[in-house]
């Protein structure tokens, strides 16, 4: 019998038929399969850190990144859902949380956007709340106009990318988290030009394609104008309520043909406690305020010291880590070493904490009044000795720049990232290293790379009087080596074994005939080739950091 195009058979049709019947089917088989292990991560707007130009802009942008990361873990675990990276304790702080996630269970990418864009509007809402509130007065027209209203409104649509995988392992998550990153939709970054508080009828065909590919991203722009003069008065109130004994030079516009760039004031203003403890309590950091007010009061010529690190390989050392439990380890001792750094490490100074890369500062201690170049390497070979400590099976690379007061914040991050890259790629296989770069005022740098372990051959450097440590004069190695290469010393491209030998001697002579030897013999591990070019290039950099780095003159 049919029935609207059915064939309807009885049960004793198919028993005296033979007919095998069908097995239930299970309403499983439909379901989506929920994935054992999720992975995320999520990227700020494009130069969000790159383009911050002044240290506390630094600052500000890692806690503004650090909270957000807070905020989605936080969810993730409201849910039910087991965090295994990174590792928070119930009374952790907010700080220095990177934006690397793994949860095992379900964690949409819907969620954590969710999670995130409610943070982000809670630090964008505080800050206009904090102006509207203590600007009123002194500027009633721009905080009652439409136009600065608005502005605010759309920076609430900060772009922010957030990526995510999944699997049955671990290793599978990350590696799928990886796979979604390349496939990214580079197109999207046409869209950051256009204004998404009114989003197309096509947008959401969009968002699906987005989550589909594992990627979503709100995008904004800043549209807000004003004159040179409303400009200068806004920078001149906040500062007057913010920082009222300081000399204010973070609300001063570094150029005349600076604008009024909400994004970059966000970063300045959540640095201050007033502001930052309204968002969370352990949002502010007094010890960041005590490093700017030692670097205010000091005078004349002086030198700046940042470094930024990555810790190498990391994804591959979770996927061997495996198990659950060693995974959350592994994050615990991560983040205790950058929270314990500031402390335990003298003058160093944690400004910016990715997923698992750092920039820093180190400044001068409160009793002198500048900071000293004799205590860089001391401090670097500490740094390097606190990383291993922790045991946590990486290896470590570093850029360090030592760059001349008038180099511009922004220009020091920049080398600082030129000099981190170029000791993580120093040679094909080989990493584990520290890169030195000594800027000058005029944009000009000498630089070094090499093994940490050699790093304390610095230290060991012989005049040739005999006289070691701060009282060893690196004149005499630096005279020596100008007049090689004034003379036929054809550096930085020699072309005869000469050359190598002569600079060998130059070395033996004032680092000791055993550590020449060492040097002669494991070159390609140390200086990363065989060739005479590499080794010479090798020997200058150590004396040319080392007259300006450790030279008692």
């Known amino acids: 019998m049919c029935k609207r195009g059915r064939t309807i058979v009885s049960k004793d049709?198919?028993?005296?038929?033979?007919?095998?019947?069908?097995?239930?089917?299970?309403?499983?088989?439909?379901?989506?399969?929920?994935?054992?292990?999720?992975a995320l991560s999520f990227a700020p707007i494009p130069n969000f850190i790159e383009k911050s130009r002044r240290l506390r802009e630094l600052y500000g942008a890692s806690q503004i990144l650090s909270y957000l990361s807070w905020k989605i873990v936080r969810a993730a675990q409201n849910?039910?859902?087991?965090?295994?990276?990174?590792?928070?304790?119930?009374?952790?702080?907010?700080?220095?949380?990177?934006?690397?996630?793994?949860?095992?269970?379900?964690?949409?990418?819907?969620?954590?956007?969710?999670?995130?864009?409610?943070?982000?509007?809670?630090?964008v809402n505080t800050c206009y709340k904090w102006l509207q509130e203590n600007l009123n007065y002194e500027l009633p027209e721009l905080t009652n106009s439409t136009e600065w209203a608005v502005a605010w409104t759309k920076w609430k649509m900060q772009p922010w990318q957030i990526f995510w995988g999944d699997g049955e392992t671990i290793e599978t998550a990350l590696q799928d988290l990886e796979a979604r990153k390349l496939r990214r939709d580079w197109g999207a970054s046409k869209e950051s030009t256009k204004d998404s508080s009114q989003l197309p009828d096509r947008s959401h065909n969009r968002l699906h394609n987005q989550l589909r590919k594992g990627t979503i991203a709100y995008t904004n722009e800043d549209k807000l104008r004003l004159s040179t003069a409303e400009i200068k008065r806004i920078y001149q109130c906040i500062a007057k309520i913010l920082d009222p004994a300081s000399k204010g030079n973070d609300?001063?516009?570094l150029n005349k043909s600076e604008g009024l760039n909400i994004l970059e004031l966000i970063k300045r203003l959540v640095t201050y406690e007033a502001i930052a403890k309204k968002i969370h309590r352990d949002f502010y950091s007094p010890r960041f305020r005590e490093m700017l007010l030692r670097d205010e009061n000091r005078g004349g010529t002086y030198?700046?010291?940042?470094?930024?690190?990555?810790?190498?390989?990391?994804?591959?050392?979770?996927?061997?880590?495996?198990?659950?439990?060693?995974?959350t380890q592994f994050s615990h001792s991560l983040r205790a070493w950058g929270q314990n750094f500031s402390t335990e490490v003298d003058r160093g100074l944690m400004a910016y904490v990715g997923g698992y890369d750092f920039l820093g500062v180190m400044h001068r201690e409160q009793e002198i009044a500048q900071l000293k170049s004799q205590g860089a390497i001391e401090w670097l070979i500490d740094l390097h000795n606190s990383w291993q400590q922790e045991n946590l099976g990486i290896i470590l690379s570093v850029g360090f720049v030592w760059a001349g007061h008038l180099v511009s914040p922004r220009d020091i991050l920049r080398h600082c990232r030129e000099a981190e890259k170029f000791a993580n790629h120093f040679a094909a296989g080989q990493r584990d290293r520290v890169t030195i770069r000594i800027l000058f005022d005029n944009g000009q740098y000498v630089q070094w790379t090499t093994p940490w372990q050699y790093l304390q051959w610095l230290a060991d450097y012989r005049?040739?009087?005999?006289?070691?440590?701060?009282d060893?004069?690196?004149?005499?190695?630096?005279?020596?080596?100008?007049?090689?290469k004034a003379q036929d010393w054809s550096l930085p491209v020699p072309s005869t074994q000469t050359d190598e030998a002569i600079a060998l001697n130059l070395f033996g002579l004032y680092f000791g005939s055993d550590k020449q030897e060492i040097l002669s013999q494991e070159r390609s591990a140390i200086v990363g080739a065989e060739d005479s070019q590499a080794l010479i290039a090798w020997i200058e950099g150590i004396i040319q950091v080392g007259w300006h780095l450790c030279s008692n003159i």
């Open 79 to 123: 849910k039910g859902v087991a965090v295994i990276l990174p590792a928070i304790a119930n009374d952790d702080i907010v700080q220095g949380i990177p934006s690397h996630i793994l949860v095992m269970g379900n964690f949409s990418c819907s969620e954590a956007l969710k999670a995130l864009m409610e943070g982000w509007e809670d630090i």
């Open 303 to 327: 030198w700046n010291a940042w470094f930024m690190g990555d810790g190498d390989r990391v994804n591959a050392r979770l996927t061997k880590l495996k198990d659950r439990a060693n995974i």
């Open 13 to 38: 049709t198919l028993e005296t038929e033979n007919i095998p019947m069908q097995e239930p089917i299970s309403l499983e088989q439909f379901s989506q399969k929920i994935p054992k292990y999720t």
């Open 251 to 253: 609300f001063i516009p």
């Open 472 to 484: 060893a004069n690196w004149s005499h190695s630096y005279t020596n080596l100008l007049q090689l």
């Open 463 to 470: 005049d040739r009087d005999g006289h070691r440590g701060k």
